[in-house]
């Protein structure tokens, strides 16, 4: 500093003698504005502040890529939907449904950096806590570290799940000095450091939580079991799973158990209920969309004006496949090794239809969850209008004839569960359930097949199945003239003895019970049967919507994400490519 101050002008120079003179070293000490002491951030108030920025990015604020819900990587690359709206509106998605995708791609890398954003928060939190203030008792530094843990596990499943092994970093790497590349080379499993961070957190959370946002034991026993039925693990998985069915309880108190009605799991006025095992809180008119639910804010029918939710963009459009999953049996069950794709069983849709032209509803068998999950024409969306059709999508040759229905918000949640403060109204303040009961019942059921009794497993779908038979779960005419479409629901009444039957029907409850939730890549994935799957869906659609479609495969390597090339290019190749990259 002195040497460069020697080399500027004599005036800078007699200037600064003049103050060196007149002041001891002290007066040029001025801390920056806005900055916090590390005493200030290792109090209790600074450590919970450096949780709660933790728990904010969940929800992958600064990029929708990364956000809980995976509507692009669980959903669309599932074959649950497209990416709908017009083909030249975020155009980056376009590679990702159709298994291109590309080491260059925005959005992967948006999803890897929100991801390990979240990461560095935890390691944070947990860095500040080796230097607590003698004021923070070991029972909060404990409480602390254990949210920080399972918050930092569930960031590096995002990561396992999609990219596979990426650098191990935790709160004993120091940023600011070198690393080897044995540190932050990505030839490391996960899964034994995402077990440990949750296995403490089962130890250490409580029971109940003062505030319900927070993570409690029964969330640990959860998404632990989730991460080891992903490794195959069932028999520790199943642990895991009945401990949350026998003794589980939510964040704020509630035993858990399967919400009455099955459109009451998503509205806003019900958040928090006890299928709620854990879920990302959401809020408006706090003065910032972020507080919503900002990665559905494209999610919503086109041009509805004031008679729709949203009125933009038209994205995450149901797919033909999906709707016609839905079609039922005689019996009330679902159709099986594609047979909801054969020409009889189809859904009939108005694709290629004018609003204005004549439209017949489809009069077949249905399980009433198609119509609280896919909003089609002639029934009624939610409280706002019947569905329009045509008029209500941006580009039908492109995304098809269906819009999104979960995680909508209702006219009557207009002003109060619905944030008007930016571009778009639709920031809407229910929560995203990251894993809720019926999910665990599923994987409970998947896990009893493998290591325990097919006819539990069947009691569970059950229980599913039941709960979606409950007429207060299904769309009713506005005119008061009865149900908007034939439902016919049943449940497995006949023991299940067949391995590979039992393991089909709960495949099949997992994708009608959760579809549009971000599960089902995933499940395909772990199941070992994607490229089966996916290449059949991709055959139907194409004939459909030929521009979107036409022409796709899934591959081998198109069971990962590719590692970014940015981030390769920024860490001089210390990471590894993944195959066929």
């Not at 923070?136 to 920080?148: C, F, N, P, Y």
């Not at 020409?343 to 119509?371: C, K, M, W, Y």
């Not at 609280?372 to 029934?379: C, K, Q």
């Not at 979107?548 to 981030?567: E, R, T």
Request: net charge negative; glycine share 8%; proline share 4%.
């Amino acid at each position: 500093m002195k040497k460069n101050i020697i080399k500027g002008a004599a005036g800078l120079v007699v200037a600064l003698t003049v103050l060196v003179i007149g002041c001891k070293d002290e007066f040029l000490e001025i801390a920056p504005t806005g900055t916090l002491s590390r005493a200030q951030l290792t109090s209790a108030k600074g450590l919970d502040a450096a949780l709660i920025a933790a728990y904010s990015q969940v929800n992958g604020r600064g990029g929708r890529m990364s956000s809980p819900s995976n509507w692009v990587w669980g959903s669309i690359r599932g074959g649950e939907h497209n990416k709908g709206t017009d083909p030249g509106d975020f155009s980056d998605i376009n590679p990702i449904q159709r298994y291109e995708y590309l080491p260059t791609q925005g959005v992967i890398n948006g999803a890897y950096s929100g991801w390990y954003e979240g990461v560095a928060r935890c390691n944070n939190v947990l860095a500040l806590l080796a230097d607590a203030n003698d004021d923070v008792s070991d029972e909060l530094k404990t409480g602390i570290e254990a949210q920080a843990k399972f918050l930092r596990g569930h960031y590096y499943f995002e990561l396992k799940k999609n990219f596979d092994d990426t650098p191990y970093i935790d709160e004993t790497i120091d940023y600011s000095t070198e690393v080897t590349v044995a540190e932050v080379a990505n030839d490391k499993d996960l899964y034994p450091f995402i077990e440990a961070d949750l296995q403490f957190a089962l130890a250490n959370l409580p029971e109940t939580q003062g505030q319900v946002g927070r993570v409690n034991r029964t969330a640990a026993a959860a998404l632990l079991g989730k991460v080891l039925i992903y490794q195959g693990k069932y028999a520790a998985a199943l642990t895991q799973f009945n401990d949350v069915i026998d003794n589980g309880v939510t964040s704020n108190g509630k035993s858990v158990g399967l919400v009455a009605s099955f459109p009451d799991i998503f509205k806003a006025e019900n958040d928090n209920h006890e299928e709620s095992i854990w879920a990302y809180q959401s809020a408006a008119g706090t003065g910032s969309v972020n507080n919503a639910n900002p990665e559905f804010d494209l999610n919503w029918p086109y041009n509805t004006g004031a008679n729709g939710p949203g009125n933009c963009c038209g994205f995450f459009a149901p797919t033909f496949e999906l709707a016609n999953h839905y079609r039922t049996d005689a019996s009330g069950l679902p159709l099986f090794d594609r047979a909801f794709n054969l020409p009889a069983n189809e859904v009939v849709t108005d694709q290629d239809l004018q609003s204005s032209e004549p439209f017949t509803e489809d009069a077949g068998n249905l399980d009433p969850r198609i119509d609280f999950t896919i909003g089609r024409r002639g029934i009624p969306y939610l409280d706002w209008q019947e569905h329009p059709g045509f008029d209500w999508i941006r580009n039908q040759a492109n995304a098809g004839p269906y819009s999104p229905k979960k995680y909508v918000y209702y006219r009557t949640d207009v002003g109060t569960y619905q944030d008007n403060s930016s571009w778009t109204p639709g920031y809407a303040a229910m929560n995203v359930n990251i894993i809720r009961f019926a999910d665990v019942l599923l994987m409970a059921a998947e896990c009893e097949i493998e290591v325990g009794s097919m006819e539990k497993a069947r009691e569970y779908v059950n229980m599913v199945r039941e709960r979606a038979a409950n007429e207060a779960s299904w769309v009713t005419e506005y005119d008061g003239s009865g149900f908007a479409a034939n439902y016919v629901i049943g449940t497995y009444d006949t023991p299940w003895t067949d391995k590979t039957v039992a393991q089909k029907a709960v495949r099949m409850e997992r994708k009608l019970e959760l579809a549009g939730e971000g599960q089902r890549f995933y499940d395909l994935v772990r199941w070992g049967i994607a490229a089966e799957d996916l290449n059949a869906y991709i055959a139907y659609e194409s004939k459909l919507l030929i521009n979107a479609m036409g022409g796709a495969s899934f591959d081998p390597k198109d069971l990962l994400l590719p590692i970014p090339q940015g981030q390769i290019d920024l860490m001089g190749d210390v990471l590894t490519q993944n195959a066929g990259y």
